[in-house]
């Protein structure tokens, strides 16, 4: 069975920073598009970071970019989100997905919808709080 699962969550201080994971299962996460999304308090779940399958070209939001970085070890069949100068706004559930066949190659696409989504994890939680 095709799965991913996050690891890295907990609760950091304004101004700190977050290491997430995503361990692929089931499937080679080298061979799709690649992202995470989050759901922050009063928002619908957005695409913060996506990364391509042939080239890791990687895309950010506006809210993230220059903050977040977003990497893949292929390895240990990995996926992580290097979150760096933390504010209480990036407080919430982010969640581990990869995209349909067909936008493997298309980072854009996947963090602009979850229309582009084919396997989800079932999210971490991120507390930034003093």
């Known amino acids: 069975q095709m799965q991913v699962v996050e690891s890295g969550g907990g609760l950091v201080q304004p101004g700190g920073s977050l290491k997430l994971s995503c361990v692929a299962s089931?499937?080679?996460?080298?061979?799709?598009?690649m992202g995470w999304f989050r759901r922050t308090p009063g928002k619908e779940r957005e695409g913060v970071a996506c990364?391509?399958?042939?080239?890791?070209?990687?895309v950010y939001s506006d809210s993230v970019k220059d903050r977040f970085s977003i990497s893949k070890d292929g390895t240990k069949n990995t996926l992580y989100l290097q979150m760096n100068n933390l504010s209480p706004a990036d407080t919430g559930t982010y969640y581990c997905?990869?995209?349909?066949?067909?936008?493997?190659?298309?980072?854009?696409?996947?963090?602009?919808?979850?229309?582009?989504?084919?396997?989800w994890g079932r999210g971490a939680l991120v507390t930034v709080s003093s």
């Open positions: 089931g499937f080679r996460l080298t061979n799709y598009a």
């Open positions: 990364i391509s399958m042939s080239d890791d070209y990687p």
């Open positions: 997905a990869r995209a349909k066949r067909g936008y493997d190659d298309l980072p854009r696409k996947l963090c602009s919808s979850e229309r582009y989504v084919e396997v």
